[in-house]
């Protein structure tokens, strides 16, 4: 099953797995150890000249059962429905420190192949081996 966390503004849908920005001082946790009232840190476009991100009380988390994409980013984060997620499902650090050398190699390869049918096949043939079902 997956989780479907609300806040006033915004709603997110993830594995109880994925990890969230969360809580006071901000860390990456799981999504199944989050509760009603526990702070998300999303987008704003009301603070201005302050962070881009704040603190957002949950209002409620549903369960229910869907489909999954996990993303690979450059810097191992990414704003999905307003709130700021890692890519993936283990330990935020661990993780990016191992995908150093995609990301090295995707520094170095020529941009045609970055953006062409090839590296969405490497994408995908990475993600099935580190877990994750990854899109360009």
């Not at 809580?23 to 150890?33: F, S």
């Not at 045609?112 to 580190?130: C, E, I, K, N, S």
Request: hydrophobic letters at 40%; one cysteine or more.
């Amino acid at each position: 099953s997956l989780l479907k966390l609300h806040w006033n503004g915004g709603w997110l849908s993830l594995t109880p797995h994925h990890l969230v920005q969360a809580h006071h001082p901000a860390r990456m946790v799981e999504a199944h150890t989050l509760r009603p009232a526990d702070l998300l840190w999303c987008s704003s476009t009301t603070t201005p000249g302050g962070s881009p991100l704040v603190a957002t009380p949950i209002t409620q988390i549903e369960t229910f059962w869907g489909e999954v994409r996990a993303i690979i980013t450059h810097k191992g984060t990414l704003l999905v429905q307003g709130a700021l997620c890692s890519c993936y499902l283990l330990d935020h650090d661990t993780m990016h420190a191992m995908m150093a050398p995609i990301r090295q190699i995707h520094d170095q390869v020529d941009p045609q192949f970055t953006r062409g049918p090839h590296f969405d096949t490497f994408q995908r043939w990475m993600g099935a081996r580190l877990g994750m079902m990854c899109t360009s």
